[in-house]
C-alpha cells in the first residue's frame, strides 16, 4: 500500500470509531425513555438484535469463511461470551450509577483493559505517550464518579442514588469495560488473520447475540408495553448497535483493538454532555473537569508523533501501514 494510501486508510478507520462512538453516546439517553423497560431487557435487544442483523447481513461471508472461522472457533466464542455479557453489565451500570457515570466507567477504562490483554497475549508494551493519555482518562473517571456521588447531599447521593448502588454500578462498569475490550480484541484478531470485517463481526456477534435471546425472552415484555417502549428497543438495535457496530468493525480493520478502545473515549463526552442536556442529570464543575480530562486523554493519543525513518517498519502483530499517520495511531497505543 502506498503511503497515501495508507494514510487515508489509517484516517478512515479511526473517523469509523470515532462516528461509531457517537452513535453510542447516544444509548443512555435513548435508554431513558424507556423507564419501565429494565436495564437487561435493553441490553438484549439492542445487542441481541443488532449482532443477530449483523450476522443476517454478512451470513454470505460468513459461509465463504466459515473454514476459518471454524479454526479459529475459541477465539469466537469467546468474544461472544464477552458480546453477550457486555450489554448486561453496561446498561445495569447507567440504571445503578447514572447516565454519565455509566458511560464513562464503562468506556473510559476500556482502553486500560485492552492495554492489559495487548500486553498479556501478543506481548505488546506501553509507550510512555499512552500512559499519559490513560493517566488522563482515569483521571477524568474518578471525577466524574465523584461528581455523582457527592454532589447532592443526604443518604440518597445524586439525583436520589444510594452511593452503594453508585459504586455497584461502577463495578458493573468495568466488567462492562472489561467485556468491551475482549471482543474489540477477539474481533481484531479474526480480522488480522485473512478474515473480512464484515464476517468477523457478524460471527463474534451473532453468536453473541444468540445468547442474549433467553434474556430477551426472559426479560422483554416491557418493551411491547407501549410504541415508545417498542421505538426505544428498534433504534437501539438498528442504529447504536447494528450501523455503530459496522463503523466500528471497519475500524478495527485499519486500527489496533486497544488504539480502536481509546478512540471511543469520545463516546462518555458525548454521553455525559447528551445526559445534561436531554435528560437533566446534574454535573457540578468536577464533574465538566472529568470530561475535559476525558476529551484532552483523546487529544493526547491522537496527537501528531514522531515521523517514522525510512525504511523503518511497525513492529506490532498485526501491523498494517507503515506511513506517518500509522505511526501516530500506533504511537498512541502498544505498540
Do not use: N
Not at 9 to 18: P, R, W
Not at 167 to 181: E, F, H, S
Amino acid at each position: 500500500m502506498t503511503g497515501a494510501g495508507a494514510q487515508r486508510s489509517v484516517g478512515l478507520g479511526a473517523l469509523c470509531v470515532l462516528a461509531a462512538s457517537v452513535l453510542w453516546g447516544t444509548t443512555g439517553t435513548a435508554a431513558t425513555f424507556a423507564p419501565g423497560v429494565g436495564p437487561l431487557a435493553i441490553g438484549a435487544v439492542a445487542m441481541g438484535l443488532g449482532g443477530l442483523l449483523q450476522a443476517l447481513i454478512a451470513a454470505p461471508l460468513i459461509t465463504r469463511h466459515a473454514p476459518a472461522l471454524h479454526a479459529r472457533r475459541g477465539t469466537v466464542l469467546l468474544g461472544a461470551l464477552a458480546v453477550a455479557v457486555y450489554p448486561l453489565a453496561f446498561y445495569s451500570s447507567m440504571r445503578l450509577a447514572g447516565v454519565a457515570v455509566g458511560t464513562v466507567v464503562s468506556i473510559g477504562t476500556a482502553p486500560l483493559a485492552s492495554a492489559v490483554i495487548e500486553r498479556a497475549v501478543d506481548r505488546r508494551h506501553l509507550t510512555r505517550r499512552w500512559k499519559l493519555g490513560a493517566a488522563l482518562g482515569l483521571t477524568g473517571t474518578v471525577l466524574l464518579c465523584l461528581a455523582e456521588t457527592v454532589h447532592a447531599p443526604g443518604p440518597g447521593g445524586a439525583d436520589g442514588r444510594s452511593v452503594a448502588g453508585t459504586l455497584l454500578g461502577v463495578g458493573l462498569g468495568l466488567a462492562a469495560a472489561t467485556t468491551y475490550a475482549l471482543y474489540s480484541w477477539t474481533a481484531h484478531r479474526l480480522i488480522t488473520h485473512g478474515i473480512p470485517s464484515r464476517a468477523a463481526m457478524g460471527a463474534v456477534f451473532g453468536a453473541g447475540g444468540l445468547l442474549l435471546v433467553p434474556v430477551l425472552l426472559l426479560t422483554g415484555a416491557p418493551l411491547l408495553a407501549s410504541w415508545s417502549a417498542a421505538a426505544v428497543g428498534v433504534y437501539m438495535a438498528l442504529v447504536p448497535m447494528f450501523a455503530g457496530y459496522v463503523l466500528f468493525g471497519w475500524g478495527l480493520a485499519h486500527v489496533p483493538a486497544s488504539t480502536a478502545t481509546t478512540l471511543s473515549l469520545l463516546e462518555p463526552a458525548v454521553a455525559a454532555v447528551l445526559a445534561v442536556l436531554v435528560v437533566g442529570e446534574r454535573l457540578p464543575a468536577v464533574g465538566w473537569a472529568g470530561v475535559a480530562l476525558v476529551v484532552a486523554c483523546l487529544a493526547v493519543l491522537t496527537a501528531p508523533g514522531r515521523r517514522p525513518v525510512a525504511g523503518e517498519h511497525g513492529r506490532g502483530r498485526g501491523a498494517r501501514v507503515e506511513t506517518a499517520v500509522a505511526e501516530r495511531i500506533r504511537d498512541a497505543s502498544p505498540s
